[in-house]
Structure formats: structure tokens, C-alpha cells
């Protein structure tokens, strides 16, 4: 079954613990996309990839850190968390950018107290 | 001016009735336009692309306007199930250049027995 995945789904942690959200697709796609969506604000772009070991920032990439070291995965890390970055997280892929249908992961709570 | 808006909501409607959502964008340099549907915090799922020409899909109707840069969406005899939040989403750039992807802050639809 073609899908994007994430883990964990659910997540509480403590200011500064370094974590990490995976996530992976089996699709072959070349681009992947991190979204963080808060109430009022929508979906906002985080950080992208166009291809293996090619990342950009999205529009609100403090904070963040990512890879793409294999086509399939694209982790997201959180150096030092803290409590504005609780959100609801999305991962998405699409076959070549964002002007194609993005295939997006079930999501992932965190809540960084 | 945000870079995307939609009609506010949340819209109320009966079943069978017809409703239309509206999108307007600032970036006359978008080039890819789409629907997303999204239930209850649930990953976003592509509805529709959306084409200088107009695109039908069954109950669903998507137009752009690229003078007015406005898009919209018209569903045809709701049905309780069509209960969700719609994203309008704009790509701008290309394969070749950078990425950048806005959603806007979606339109909430429910439809009432």
C-alpha cells in the first residue's frame, strides 16, 4: 500500500529533550515536505527536500533540523524543544514538488511542556 | 494581506443544498492550485487540482480566475459526508527553482440532516 508514515503519533516531552519524528514514504517520490499546523494559522511549511541530500527552508525553519540521507526518509529533529513548538506535525511527499498531489502522513501531536 | 484567504466559515448547510468556497491569492507567480479536504485533525487529502479551465469531479466543481487570482469551489447536492475542512493550497516556483507551497486557513463545511 503506497502511504506515508510517521512516528510516533503521539508525543509528550520536557523543554530541551532532544527528539526526533520519523518519516518515511514508499512511493519513490523525490520531494518531501514538513508542515506544522496550528489553530488560526493552517498548515505552514517547515522545511522541504527536493531530492537526496537536498533540504531548503520552509517558512518557519527555526528551531528545526532535518536530513535526507535515503530517498524514503526524511526525519525531523528538535535540537532543543520548547513549548511554542507544540503542534500537530505533518510529513508529505510528492513525486516531484509541491505542484504535484502531496501525499501526507496521519500526523504527529507534540506537546513539549 | 495574507498570502492565501478563504471565505471565514464556518458554513451551515442542509443536505442536498449547494455551496460555494472561496480562495483568493496575492503571488500572481503561483502556477499550481488544488482543494485539499481535511477531516477533524486528520492528514490533508487531495479533492481536486484546479485549472485555468475549470475541472469537474462528480458533485465537485473547481474554477481559476488568474486576472482576479481567485479560485473557487462549488459542491452540488451536499451530503452529510462532505463534512470537513477545505484548504486551498497555491504552489509557487517550479521543479527546477525553489519550492514554496501556502495553504490557506480552510473553510469549515457542515452539512445537517
Known amino acids: 500500500e503506497a502511504q506515508v508514515t510517521q512516528n510516533p503519533r503521539y508525543l509528550i516531552t520536557v523543554t530541551g529533550k532532544k527528539l526526533t519524528v520519523t518519516c518515511s514514504q514508499n512511493m519513490n517520490h523525490e520531494y518531501m515536505s514538513w508542515y506544522r499546523q496550528d489553530p488560526g494559522l493552517g498548515l505552514r511549511q517547515i522545511y522541504y527536500s527536493m531530492n537526496v541530500e537536498v533540504t531548503d527552508k520552509g517558512d518557519v525553519p527555526e528551531g528545526y533540523k532535518v536530513s535526507r540521507k535515503e530517498k524514503r526518509n526524511f526525519p525531523l529533529i528538535l535540537e532543543s524543544p520548547s513549548p511554542n513548538q507544540t503542534s500537530l506535525y505533518f510529513c508529505?511527499?510528492?513525486?516531484?514538488?509541491?505542484?504535484?498531489?502531496?501525499?501526507f502522513g496521519p500526523g504527529t501531536r507534540l506537546t513539549v511542556t | 494581506r495574507k498570502e492565501v484567504e478563504q471565505d471565514p466559515g464556518p458554513f451551515n448547510v442542509p443536505e442536498g443544498a449547494t455551496v460555494a468556497f472561496n480562495c483568493t491569492y496575492s503571488n500572481s507567480a503561483s502556477q499550481s492550485f488544488f482543494w485539499y479536504r481535511q477531516d477533524c485533525r486528520k492528514e490533508p487529502k487531495l479533492l481536486m487540482s484546479v485549472y485555468s479551465s475549470g475541472n469537474e469531479d462528480g458533485r465537485f466543481t473547481a474554477q481559476l480566475n488568474r486576472a482576479s487570482q481567485y479560485i473557487s469551489l462549488l459542491i452540488r447536492d451536499s451530503k452529510l459526508s462532505d463534512s470537513a475542512t477545505y484548504l486551498c493550497v497555491v504552489n509557487v516556483g517550479g521543479r527546477t527553482s525553489y519550492d514554496k507551497v501556502i495553504f490557506g486557513p480552510g473553510t469549515s463545511l457542515s452539512v445537517i440532516p
Open positions: 508529505a511527499s510528492s513525486p516531484y514538488f509541491s505542484g504535484y498531489e502531496q501525499y
